[in-house]
């Protein structure tokens, strides 16, 4: 599964390009150096993730609230359902992982008696959000959940809604200069730490805690991404002293991600290991590794995505993907805008967990995520 945040990152950025949650615009460019003295030692450059990260925060700051924080009394689910509140769903485009999250709203807004009475995607087109934001306005919605195009656009796209006293939910990303309590109630995205440090330590243990890593990370100022990327690398650093980050690289655009693969396995041919800051740019690093024959360097990413479990289930280079819970990101989404309607205040900023996803729990692994069977072109190659 492509990350839904990623696919609106790389949209902010004006790449047009597939991605999950929006934020900042792109800068360009990315570090490339090495490091051959210390233990666990890493390249300078990587601007986007050189910091220690040690929790997920939100893109203004915010402390992450559990989306398991979110409960209901008896006495506010009878208010629910007499208040015959209704809904609309405007998704910046349709995936595997929106599916999920979709999924996860609709259940949980039947479950508190709130009626969905609008959905629709976007397919990445501004001026089709906002086209979509009046088409569902005029059915008078009490809440909108959904995800932004683009902060920008969607300023203007989501005002319709916010004159009318539409309480809004986001996931991931919110429009400029929107603030929290007076035009939206609530963000909810992933455990950005959790991805990032589940991911150090599914390849460090691979690994059996040495050798030589190389990064291959998303070089833009984009809060999901770099908070992902930089867990990673903390979590690396600290708890497996013995293994050596030698190459990073920046990209921009997730398809030159085979290019910059190639090049560090070049540079180090010795390399162990690899991380991908998510599935399509991992994906190109796979391209990497088979046009040179190499199977010996493993490969760790991040998010649900059918082509990497079908390498890992058949042994490929893939050990381990990390992935978010996106149908609950869908549930804590109908519970944030259900506490705007009871007059609770929502979390500014509220986080579904992660899991980890190796050869040994792919079934379990689909279902924890996006509550679904394992789609047949990974469950023919199960054993």
């Known amino acids: 599964m492509k990350s839904t945040i990623v696919r609106c990152a790389v949209a902010a950025a004006g790449l047009g ?3 999950t949650a929006c934020s900042t615009g792109a800068s360009s460019g990315g570090g490339n150096s090495s490091s051959s003295s210390g233990a666990a030692s890493a390249p300078a450059g990587s601007s986007v993730i050189d910091r220690v990260l040690t929790a997920t925060t939100g893109p203004n700051g915010e402390t992450p609230t559990p989306l398991t924080d979110l409960t209901f009394s008896d006495d506010d689910l009878a208010k629910l359902k007499a208040g015959h509140y209704t809904a609309a769903q405007l998704w910046h485009t349709s995936s595997q992982l929106v599916s999920a999250v979709q999924n996860g709203a609709e259940a949980e807004f039947a479950r508190l008696g709130i009626n969905v009475v609008a959905t629709a995607n976007a397919n990445m087109d501004a001026g089709t959000q906002a086209n979509q934001v009046q088409t569902a306005m005029a059915k008078k919605p009490s809440v909108i959940i959904g995800l932004p195009v683009d902060p920008t656009s969607s300023a203007a796209a989501f005002q319709p809604a916010v004159d009318a006293g539409t309480r809004l939910v986001f996931m991931s990303n919110v429009p400029a200069g929107y603030t929290y309590g007076k035009q939206y109630s609530s963000i909810v995205t992933d ?47 600290k708890e497996f002293p013995g293994i050596k980050i030698v190459a990073e690289q920046g990209f921009s655009d997730p398809n030159n991600a085979t290019g910059i693969a190639s090049a560090m396995l070049t540079q180090h041919p010795n390399l162990a290991g690899i991380y991908a800051s998510w599935a399509q740019p991992g994906e190109g690093v796979l391209s990497a590794l088979r046009t040179v024959g190499n199977t010996t360097t493993k490969v760790v990413t991040l998010d649900l995505d059918d082509p990497i479990i079908v390498d890992m289930a058949t042994g490929g280079s893939t050990v381990a993907v990390v992935a978010d819970e996106a149908w609950d990101v869908g549930k804590g989404m109908a519970d944030a805008a259900a506490y705007s309607l009871l007059g609770k205040q929502a979390p500014a900023f509220a986080v579904a967990g992660a899991l980890t996803i190796t050869k040994d729990n792919i079934t379990e692994g689909y279902q924890q995520s996006l509550h679904s069977d394992v789609p047949a072109t990974v469950r023919q190659v199960l054993k």
């Open 191 to 237: 455990d950005l730490y959790a991805m990032g440090k589940r991911a150090a330590e599914a390849l460090g243990t691979a690994l059996g805690g040495k050798g030589e890593v190389g990064i291959v990370f998303y070089n833009a100022q984009y809060y999901v991404t770099n908070q992902r990327d930089a867990a990673f690398r903390t979590t690396l650093m």
């Open 17 to 19: 390009l597939a991605l």
